[in-house]
């Protein structure tokens, strides 16, 4: 499963009211029970949005954000999802499609196309567009419960 950019965040907003079962969700998926990927862009994505003063009050550090991400990717559940060969030919399977994606879904279409090419379906994450993906399955942080 790829944790999405929101679910990072509240995971380290303790202001948040989505903090605790984003968190909850996050600790778990370090054990490493399931697989956990992020991508590069969901990594970027989380530090341009911890590390600004107008999204976040106590926003972080770069380093503050460096070191999150480094040790979710440290952690034995957590993997990072790289381009692959066929990453264009995903690209155009994916565009053909979906044609009307443009703008700012540009950035959930990689994280769906990387997920495709990785035979990953599933993505934890509070946002609704990526419902357009037909082979993306949304799990919401919001409806985890805790492990037997």
């Known amino acids: 499963m790829v944790f999405d950019t929101n679910v990072l ?6 202001q948040s009211e989505f903090y605790q079962p984003c968190f909850r969700r996050l600790q778990e998926a370090r054990t490493g029970r399931t697989p956990a990927f992020l991508t590069w862009n969901i990594c970027y ?3 341009r949005v911890t590390t600004h003063p107008q999204v976040l009050p106590n926003h972080w550090s ?3 954000g460096r070191n999150f991400i480094a ?5 034995p559940g957590f993997d990072l999802l790289l381009p692959t060969p066929n990453h264009l030919s995903e690209l155009y399977r994916v565009t053909t499609e979906l ?3 443009r703008g700012n879904r540009i950035h959930d ?3 769906a196309v990387l997920m495709r090419e990785h035979g990953i379906s599933q993505i934890c994450t509070l946002d609704s567009d990526f419902r357009r993906f037909p082979f993306v399955e949304i799990i919401d942080p919001l409806q985890y419960t805790e492990p037997e």
Do not use: K, N, R
């Open 9 to 14: 965040v509240y995971s380290v907003h303790e």
């Open 45 to 47: 994505e989380f530090l």
């Open 62 to 64: 770069i380093a503050e």
């Open 71 to 75: 040790g979710l990717l440290e952690s």
């Open 99 to 101: 044609p009307d994606i």
């Open 109 to 111: 279409m990689h994280t």
